[in-house]
């Protein structure tokens, strides 16, 4: 079987999680999969970066945030990645604290904004339906994540 590569995995990542994230789902269950997913992913990256990764992921019991700091310190992920995410465990935190909360525009803003051009792109496309943009900022994030684990586990020299 044929290899894919980075740009191949990616839509196939972003089909994959758009099935998961965009469409009739509450916002607690999507930053609960999103929350979920992402510590997946990082946990990925910990292991794929890191000579002995797995010491860490397997034998540690680090937070969210924790694992959080370990990709930012060793500079496994780009700061604006690490910051969207650093600002989903807080909206993860907050759903704990009071379950039926709703997003608010300024929750969307501030996962979305450290993406950059990416977040501007989904803002423009998703001007009238705030749902949708935030659903599709919880894509990108992942995809993003994905793609990093690709590059860490195929020994691509380019960042997320």
């Known amino acids: 079987m044929e290899e894919?590569?980075?740009e191949e995995v990616m839509k196939v990542e972003t089909k994959e999680l758009t099935k998961i994230f965009v469409g009739?789902?509450?916002?607690?269950?999507?930053?609960?999969?999103?929350?979920?997913?992402?510590?997946?992913?990082?946990?990925k990256v910990i292991l794929s970066?890191?000579?002995?990764?797995?010491?860490?992921?397997?034998?540690?019991?680090?937070?969210y945030h924790q694992k959080l700091l370990?990709?930012?310190a060793t500079d496994i992920l780009p700061d604006s990645l690490i910051s969207?995410?650093?600002?989903?465990?807080?909206?993860?935190?907050?759903?704990?604290?009071?379950?039926?909360?709703?997003?608010?525009?300024?929750?969307?803003?501030r996962?979305?904004?450290?993406?950059?051009?990416?977040?501007?792109?989904?803002?423009?496309?998703?001007?009238n339906n705030q749902n949708l943009l935030f659903s599709s900022v919880l894509v990108a994030i992942c995809v993003k994540l994905?793609?990093?684990?690709?590059?860490l586990e195929h020994d691509v020299g380019v960042r997320a």
Request: hydrophobic share 40%; with cysteine.
């Open 49 to 63: 970066a890191l000579e002995r990764g797995d010491k860490l992921v397997e034998n540690g019991s680090f937070s």
């Open 70 to 72: 370990i990709c930012e």
């Open 146 to 151: 994905s793609a990093r684990c690709y590059e």
């Open 84 to 109: 969207s995410l650093r600002n989903l465990n807080k909206l993860r935190n907050k759903f704990a604290h009071q379950l039926d909360m709703n997003i608010a525009e300024s929750d969307v803003l």
């Open 111 to 127: 996962i979305g904004s450290p993406l950059g051009k990416t977040f501007t792109q989904l803002r423009f496309q998703h001007a």
């Open 24 to 43: 009739n789902v509450e916002p607690l269950v999507q930053v609960l999969k999103a929350h979920l997913y992402t510590e997946n992913f990082l946990e």
């Open 4 to 6: 894919l590569n980075l």
